[in-house]
């Protein structure tokens, strides 16, 4: 049976399961058999004596303990895999502690708190300290916590760091330390312990009381860590304590896979494992499985400009495949047209189906034009881990204000916004409006607006906040007929409070929402700027914006029909996924790399490995999009494409579009750079408000940004670029894909004439085909490479001639 085992392996996978008389770390490198090595080394010790209850294997999620269990059932017998002790670090230490709950002060019946709980009881301690919930607010206080209890640094530690308290003091949240402290002292009290205390106190347990360590020690005589580039310091502390006398422990992940620190993840565990044991051994894993020879290679590029890593040379020996292919885009309007047209034009030619397709992006604000122009194409899709672009709640917060402002009676509308941001207008106020309504039979807002008419029984104070609520709705609902959806629609951003709610921390939840506003706001202006060039009106309402809107929302409450759909999702969630074709957009600085982690060589370093998280997702096709400008804090944005695209191998890269808006890629820190960190905030700077910048520009002691070579350059046929005015050159291959005869003599109108090869800013090249009219109701109809066909009104159109 043994034998058996070992036939189903290869050489590399074959040695790492064979050896178990030390510790050992297995670098399994992308789609090399990490899950396989890990199942057929628990079997093999199995059979060769070992008890099922001396094994230990933790994994990082439930799911993965689940699935390798049952495989290894498969090998071993189901009535044997049942006896492992196997699941991840809380749910294996949790059954521990509740058995040695008294050596640690705890009675075994103690209550675990989730992350609702938590947040709960440190909101109430800063209530008790009298302190400001809007500079200490629970959830941010609640993830400092955890975060010093991720790397070991109890109470009394963090108040005597002064690394950690002079970061508070930085953040303007000095008393966290003895808000830590009154936390911890509140656990115990109520006999409870958080998701971090089933690791800090499995620590603490075996730490300070060596009978107890020892007879886990006997217990578990082969510990094996899944995923252990993940591992933060608390769980690396406890797997030593577990494996130092016997240093029978066998460590699996991938260093080049490392991409959670902003969880805790400490990549030194792994890159310094061999460091923690005496005659550790290493073994290599390099045989990827999962993707074509040409997609491991542009990968293994691409990593290698990493320092901290551990040096591996990952192979395939499937076909050498097609090579990346990326393809820059005007606009990220055309970013989601060609990756829309390339998901039809695959799937007719692969004969596959929409779910052997994902689309990566860096954060999860850039899911919404991707989401809207699968919408119009009528691309079955879901966002995987995550909620839609328009059911997150704050874009759901503005939607509600904008639809009671076009229409005053939505009552549901109205019971969202009335309190948010707070402005003392509770429930009870809430239901004595509900009640005149409903009594005499006209809606919340009519009885708002005349609540003596209607018997409204409120006190002088609270009648005070409601006519403050009703004057601010009131003012915009006159405006709507005179002002823009754009203009009007990022007054109430700003003028309710929802601005400077968003805005006031930095935290990463903040960071995202932030970030959908911002990407909320560019919809909209890039809405109201294509409504005026397409439909030929000087005018787009708010009401027209939420025509659209709601019918994007409403697909949004489709239930789950389990019809292929294409995934979308950002690259953190893709990891341990892999698809036949992925889309790996918005290839850009400022985005992929992250602004935010321009600080130090190594955050720089967690972001290429995560692209290469994500190219090694894909197993047939890996299509790379980025794009020339995007509408970003209700503006257009130019910014240079990634540095990683230049970390690519050349040999292994074929790029689309070498003409028009390759140009892109010349000059990497020229003007549009410079204008960027003059302005690092547009939105910011519209406002009266003057928000620390979210987008940090790259500090003096970071590298600097690689300048592409001269011979990519080259090769990418790139043209000068001018600051905010950019011409195209247009090569042979832009002009045979689109087809250039006239379908009128050519005949120049207002400076435009038939058979004009144009550059728009967001549509791209295109050909005019025809031109009507004369001054401002000149029109023209353009054929665009990927835009498809537009009429433009010349007066509004956004383009410059090329030829």
Same mark, same amino acid.
């Given at each position: ?8 392996l290869?050489g ?6 064979l050896?178990c008389?030390?510790a ?17 080394k ?13 094994? @230990? ?5 439930n799911k993965?303990?689940?699935?390798m ?5 498969q090998?071993?017998?189901?009535h044997i ?11 294996v230490?949790?059954?521990i ?9 705890y ?17 109430n ?10 500079v ?5 206080v609640?993830?400092?916590i955890?975060m010093?209890?991720?790397q070991?640094l ?11 308290v ?18 911890s002292e509140?656990?115990?009290q109520?006999?409870a ?12 347990l ?9 007879k ?7 510990v094996? *860590? ?15 304590l577990?494996?130092k006398?016997?240093?029978?422990v ?12 902003f ?8 890159l ?7 005659n550790?051994?290493?073994?290599k894993l390099?045989q990827?499985y ?11 590029? @691409? ?14 020996e499937?076909?050498?495949?097609e090579?990346l ?15 829309c047209?390339d998901?039809?034009?695959i799937r007719r ?5 929409y779910s052997?397709?994902?689309?990566l992006?860096?954060?999860n ?22 909620l ?5 709640k704050?874009?759901?917060? *503005? ?5 009671m402002v ?9 019971r ?5 941001p ?10 004595k409006?509900a ?8 809606s ?11 018997? @409204? ?6 009648m005070?906040?409601?006519s ?6 009131s003012?915009w609902?006159e405006? *709507? ?10 007054d109430i ?7 400077r709610d ?7 939840e903040?960071?995202a929402?932030?970030?959908n ?15 005026m060039?397409?439909d ?17 929302t409403?697909l949004?409450?489709?239930?789950d ?11 953190h ?11 790996? *957009? ?7 790399p992250?602004?935010m982690?321009?600080?130090s060589?190594?955050e720089?370093?967690?972001?290429r490995?995560?692209?290469?998280v994500?190219i090694?997702?894909a ?17 257009i ?11 690519i ?48 520009p790259?500090r003096?002691e ?39 005869q006239p379908?009128q003599t ?6 435009v004439a038939?058979?004009n090869?144009?550059?728009h800013?967001r ?7 025809h031109?009507?009219?004369?001054g401002e ?10 835009a ?16």
């Amino acid at each position: 049976m043994t034998e058996d085992i070992l036939k189903r392996l290869n050489g590399a996978q074959r040695e790492a399961v064979l050896y178990c008389d030390g510790a050992q770390l297995v670098i399994a490198g992308a789609g090399s058999g990490k899950t396989r090595v890990l199942t057929y080394k628990i079997a093999y010790l199995l059979k060769n004596g070992l008890e099922p209850w001396n094994i @230990l294997a933790l994994t990082f999620t439930n799911k993965a303990a689940r699935a390798m269990k049952e495989r290894i059932g498969q090998v071993v017998g189901e009535h044997i895999a049942r006896c492992l002790n196997m699941g991840t670090f809380h749910s294996v230490f949790s059954k521990i502690l509740r058995s040695e709950a008294t050596h640690i002060g705890y009675t075994s019946g103690f209550t675990i708190y989730d992350q609702g709980d938590s947040r709960s009881l440190v909101k109430n301690i800063i209530k008790d300290m009298k302190l400001d919930d809007k500079v200490y607010k629970p959830s941010s206080v609640a993830d400092r916590i955890s975060m010093a209890k991720n790397q070991l640094l109890l109470p009394a530690a963090y108040a005597n760091s002064a690394e950690t308290v002079m970061t508070d003091v930085q953040r303007k949240m000095p008393a966290i330390k003895d808000i830590y402290l009154r936390y911890s002292e509140r656990c115990r009290q109520a006999n409870a312990m958080d998701f971090d205390d089933l690791l800090v106190n499995t620590y603490t347990l075996f730490n300070t009381n060596e009978e107890i360590r020892l007879k886990y020690v006997d217990r578990f005589r082969y510990v094996l *860590v899944d995923e252990y580039q993940d591992t933060n310091r608390v769980q690396q502390a406890i797997v030593m304590l577990l494996t130092k006398d016997n240093q029978r422990v066998c460590v699996v992940g991938d260093d080049a896979q490392s991409i959670y620190s902003f969880r805790g993840a400490n990549i030194d565990n792994i890159l310094n494992f061999t460091k923690f044991y005496d005659n550790a051994r290493l073994f290599k894993l390099e045989q990827n499985y999962r993707s074509t020879q040409n997609i491991v290679r542009a990968a293994n590029s @691409l990593i290698r400009h990493n320092r901290y890593q551990i040096p591996k040379d990952v192979f395939s020996e499937k076909e050498h495949g097609e090579k990346l292919v990326l393809k820059p885009a005007y606009s990220d309007k055309e970013e989601a047209l060609i990756v829309c047209r390339d998901i039809q034009k695959i799937r007719r030619t692969d004969k596959c189906e929409y779910s052997d397709f994902a689309i990566l992006y860096r954060t999860n604000s850039q899911s919404r034009s991707f989401e809207e122009y699968m919408r119009k194409q009528n691309i079955p899709y879901r966002i995987y881990g995550g909620l839609s672009f328009y059911q997150r709640k704050e874009i759901k917060d *503005v939607i509600a204000y904008f639809r009671m402002v076009v229409n005053p009676d939505d009552e549901e509308a109205l019971r969202r916004i009335i309190n948010y941001p707070a402005r003392g207008i509770g429930d009870t106020t809430l239901g004595k409006i509900a009640g005149a309504a409903n009594a005499n039979n006209v809606s919340l807002w009519e009885v708002i607006c005349r609540p003596d008419v209607y018997g @409204l029984s409120i006190s002088k104070g609270t009648m005070g906040k409601l006519s403050g609520f009703r004057s601010q709705v009131s003012q915009w609902i006159e405006r *709507v007929v005179a002002t823009d959806a754009y203009t009007l629609g990022r007054d109430i951003i700003k003028e309710s409070g929802i601005y400077r709610d968003i805005y006031k921390g930095q935290d990463p939840e903040d960071l995202a929402r932030q970030e959908n506003i911002d990407e909320f706001l560019g919809g909209m202006k890039d809405f109201v700027d294509t409504r005026m060039e397409e439909d030929q009106t000087a005018y787009v309402m708010l009401g027209d914006f939420l025509q659209e809107v709601s019918l994007l929302t409403d697909l949004d409450s489709d239930t789950d029909d389990n019809q292929p759909k294409v995934s979308l999702m950002t690259v953190h969630s893709a990891k341990g996924l892999e698809f036949p074709t992925v889309f790996v *957009v918005g290839l850009e600085e400022n985005i992929f790399p992250s602004p935010m982690s321009c600080n130090s060589i190594r955050e720089l370093e967690e972001e290429r490995r995560l692209l290469y998280v994500a190219i090694t997702r894909a197993e047939k096709h890996c299509i790379l999009t980025c794009a020339q400008n995007r509408f970003r804090y209700g503006r257009i944005e130019y910014d240079t494409p990634s540095r990683f695209i230049n970390d690519i191998d050349r040999s292994l890269l074929n790029i689309e579009g070498q003409g028009g808006v390759s140009k892109m890629f010349n000059g990497y820190d020229g003007g549009q750079r410079k204008e960027w960190m003059q302005n690092p905030h547009p939105v910011a700077s519209q406002f009266k408000a003057d928000p620390k910048p979210r987008i940090v520009p790259v500090r003096k002691e970071s590298p600097a940004p690689e300048v592409f070579s001269e011979s990519f350059k080259r090769d990418l046929n790139a043209a000068s670029a001018r600051n905010m005015k950019r011409v195209s050159e247009v090569t042979v291959a832009d002009k045979t894909d689109i087809s250039l005869q006239p379908s009128q003599t050519d005949v120049r109108k207002d400076g435009v004439a038939v058979g004009n090869i144009i550059e728009h800013q967001r549509f791209g090249i295109g050909v005019i085909k025809h031109v009507e009219g004369n001054g401002e109701n000149a029109k023209a109809t353009v054929e665009f490479k990927n835009a498809g066909t537009k009429q433009l009104l010349l007066k509004f159109a956004r383009f410059t001639i090329v030829k």
